[in-house]
């Protein structure tokens, strides 16, 4: 494998060597000095045509820890938003030398274009693909859930999966990257994966998923799910009738004070809140919820710089991760 | 330089069912028999060939006027007959739109002056394709163009008013409206087929539903106003379904389906290549295999093309942002003999009825799709069914590169065409074009 393009083909072991590599990073992270010399000489661009300011210094600081020259590509506002093609953009990476690129863009498969063309031969990354995919959000999510899971159990997270773990996913699953991917890579690692959605935000074809649906979040957290994941949900989603107003949205759907409460109530002294970010507070979670305890959107956002150098340290030093390069991501003539 | 026009096409199958000689003299078939003499006429060996008679598009855009980068009457004329046709309907969303005399007579006058096949310019049903007020039917029709087919496609005539006044208004010159089946509010943004894969893929839905309740309505109202409807690239199997129900009521529907949703599926969008993006989309595969019984049974009636070329920028894209449409004049026949005749569904003379007779039928092209017997005027195609090859587009003739069956082996070759008693294609390359093309007027 030569790209990350998806959680959706990533297999298990590819998953956990990821992982697994990523609290070797974790470890730098903590040290004073947090730099290792790995990628020296490599250049990692970040070309975003979407403003995403997280994930982009999350990257950042990644290839900077591991010594790559990194250039910052803001497509938007660019010669890109004056009709320059994905092509054009991406042949000129190429002449640059990219070694690798970090991609987010609003259109799905996008990533996946640019690995599978012949319009440049550098690692691609997927930082989000319209409505497809964030593999690496995915990614950090499952680090984040596996070491709170091998705590539980009073083993080292290092090699293992989340077997037996429920964790259940809340809120505009049609229309998330994130919720995609963290179905297919939670379920590769074992976790029993429930959705929970209004109908209407739910894509035609997810009962062939490999997870649970419910339209009840009250059921949902009755049934002790170990971690609860709330996705982002914009409010003018509403306009286009996918749900009547925001307030109702929030009562069946939100992570209110009463849910919150809910869970210690139901004795669920160790499930954990998580949330990509940025949060809707008062949508789609309330204040209480979001800086208690059980919350890990810190702990999400720190894990993610070490998945991330996991995976550009992966795919860049060659032949640490070359052995399944597989033919399904053979280049395709682009005539 | 004087061309033959006397051929002895030698030894050929008619239909792929009995084995005549033709000879074809001064544009007509002069006599269909064996051991016919061969003094005085150029001979075509068709030994192994099928006969058939020349092709009819029911669906083609030749982007001219306006996308002449896309493809001009010249070159998406030359592909016609490289794929066996000797007819095509132009679509009318070229730019400006096909919605007046004026603009219907250039598109034919170019199709004459190329002299590659007869171009039968569609009419559009509205003013700029705007789905607002009725484009002047009557005049495209006493035009010389004599224009039969009206359609929007591209785009549905969505309006139900709209629909209606449509239908009715052509009655008056034996018209038929072409119908592009597509609600719109039900598909802003679609970008394939709703189901299982775009789930995945996370690409806005196009629901079998926005087709089908589309072509139910003008079923219905098709039937009420006693009117003649035609319904473009059928796609899904709840369409058949309805369709297969007002043919058994006797509404006078008539619907046709593409090479590309005989055969592909929306797997191929796992790709996110937009060479596979095309509108209505490719469906499931229990789809394309209710349209392959559906054209046997008769049930969908022709096979268009919606031969759709696009510059390589409008593919070489993101998907969302591609264009939609694939080129097909150039593999139909191949396609049609893959899927339909290889398959055990159809026989050539199934293919002949699909792909000729009753396409002239449903646009009124008086002297196409006619049988292969003395007297009638000499538009055949030679097919020869052992032939594989596999699709290059950069060698077509279409400006298009847009193919999905690109290095693909395709069973069948067209080994000639004759329009109007002059072989456009010989040896399965292009010959010239009728020698009345220059003067206008191939007929
Ligand atoms: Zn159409």
């Known amino acids: ?51 995403s300011t997280r994930t982009r210094i999350s990257f950042e600081a990644a290839a900077k820890r591991l010594s790559a020259d990194v250039i910052n590509f803001a497509a938007k506002g660019s010669s890109v938003s004056k009709g320059e093609s994905l092509k054009d953009t991406a042949q000129t990476l190429e002449a640059i030398g990219a070694d690798a690129v970090v991609i987010r863009h609003p259109a799905s498969g996008a990533a996946q274009r ?17 409505t497809h995919e964030h593999p690496t959000q995915a990614l950090l999510d499952a680090f984040t859930l596996r070491r ?29 990257r994130v919720a995609r991917s963290n179905v297919w890579l939670l379920t590769t690692l074992g976790a029993q994966v429930t959705l929970v959605a209004p109908p209407t935000l739910l894509p035609i074809g997810v009962e062939h998923w490999p997870c649970t649906v419910a339209y009840d979040f009250d059921e949902a957290i009755d049934a ?3 971690a609860i994941m709330m996705l ?45 970010g940025p949060m809707v507070r008062g949508l789609e979670i309330s204040s209480t919820a979001a800086d208690s305890a059980r919350s890990q959107v810190l702990r999400q956002v720190a894990n993610g710089v ?27 003539s682009a005539s | 330089m004087t061309e033959p026009t006397r051929f002895l096409l030698s030894g050929a199958s008619l239909y792929g069912e009995r084995t005549a000689d033709i000879l074809v003299a001064d544009g007509r078939i002069a006599e269909v028999g064996t051991g016919l003499d061969a003094s005085g006429a150029s001979v075509v060996d068709a030994d192994g060939l099928v006969a058939l008679p020349g092709l009819v598009d029911v669906h083609t855009h030749l982007r001219e006027p306006g996308r002449e980068d896309a493809e001009t009457v010249e070159t998406g004329t030359r592909a016609a007959a490289l794929g066996g046709y000797t007819a095509v309907h132009a679509m009318a969303n070229s730019n400006p739109v096909a919605d007046t005399a004026g603009v219907v007579e250039q598109v034919q006058t170019l199709g004459r002056r190329a002299g590659w096949a007869e171009v039968r310019p569609v ?35 969505h309006d139900p008013v709209l629909m209606r006044r449509a239908l009715e208004y052509v009655k008056a010159f034996d018209g038929v409206v072409a119908q592009h089946a597509q609600e719109p509010r039900l598909t802003a943004g679609a970008q394939m087929n709703e189901g299982i894969v775009s789930a995945v893929l996370g690409l806005p839905g196009w629901p079998a539903v926005a087709e089908e309740s589309i072509i139910a309505r003008d079923v219905l109202l098709a039937a009420h106003v006693g009117s003649r409807l035609h319904v473009c690239h059928v796609s899904t199997a709840g369409s058949v379904e309805i369709i297969r129900w007002a043919k058994a009521r006797g509404i006078d529907v008539t ?23 095309v509108n209505p989309p490719l469906r499931t595969d229990d789809d394309v295999q209710a349209l392959r019984a559906a054209l046997a049974d008769g049930t969908i009636d022709v096979v268009g093309t919606d031969h759709a070329p696009h510059p390589s920028e409008h593919k070489e894209c993101e998907w969302a942002q591609a264009a939609m449409g694939m080129t097909g004049l150039e593999t139909a026949l191949s396609v049609v003999q893959h899927t339909m005749v290889e398959s055990g569904l159809m026989t050539w003379r199934d293919v002949a009825r699909t792909m000729s007779e009753v396409p002239a039928r449903i646009g009124r092209v008086a002297d196409q799709g006619r049988p292969i017997a003395a007297g009638e005027p000499a538009h055949l195609t030679l097919v020869d069914p052992a032939a594989r090859w596999t699709v290059d587009p950069a060698v077509q003739a279409t400006k298009g590169r847009n193919s999905p069956f690109a290095g693909r082996e395709l069973p069948g070759r067209v080994v000639a065409t004759f329009y109007a008693g002059h072989p456009t294609v010989l040896d399965g390359a292009l010959n010239t074009p009728h020698p009345a093309a220059e003067s206008a007027g191939a007929r």
Not at chain 1, 265 to 274: F, S
Not at chain 2, 127 to 149: K, P
């Open chain 2, 123 to 157: 009419g559009a049903v509205t003013v700029g394709l705007a789905g607002e007020q009725l484009a002047e039917l009557g005049a495209m029709a006493d035009s010389a163009a004599a224009v039969r087919m009206f359609s929007d496609d591209g785009i549905c005539v």
């Open chain 1, 1 to 51: 494998m030569r790209h990350l393009l998806s959680t959706h083909d990533l297999s298990r072991a590819d998953a956990i060597r990821i992982l697994d590599t990523a609290e070797e990073m974790s470890a730098v992270n903590d040290r004073e000095v947090k730099k290792l010399p790995a990628l020296r000489g490599r250049t990692v661009v970040n070309l975003f045509f979407e403003d």
């Open chain 2, 255 to 277: 619907a046709e389906v593409t090479p590309h949703h005989l055969w592909l599926t929306d797997e191929l969008a796992r790709t996110y290549n937009p060479v596979y993006k």
């Open chain 1, 114 to 130: 640019l690995a599978t063309t012949d319009w440049i031969s550098a690692a691609v990354v997927n930082a989000g693909d319209g």
């Open chain 1, 306 to 332: 070490s998945v991330r150098m996991a995976v550009l340290y992966l795919l860049l030093s060659s032949g640490l991760y070359a052995q399944d390069a597989t033919a399904a991501h053979a280049k395709e």
């Open chain 1, 232 to 276: 982002r949900v914009q409010a003018e989603r509403m306009n286009a009738s996918y749900f009547p107003s925001t307030g109702e949205y929030s009562r069946r759907w939100g992570l209110g004070d009463e849910r919150f409460a809910r869970l210690a109530e139901l004795g669920l002294a160790d499930t954990v809140i998580l949330h990509p």
């Open chain 1, 224 to 226: 002790k799910p170990d």
């Open chain 1, 148 to 176: 709170h899971w091998a705590k539980l159990a009073g083993t080292p997270s290092g090699g293992t999966d989340l077997a037996g773990a429920k964790v259940t996913i809340v809120g505009d699953v049609l229309h998330s």
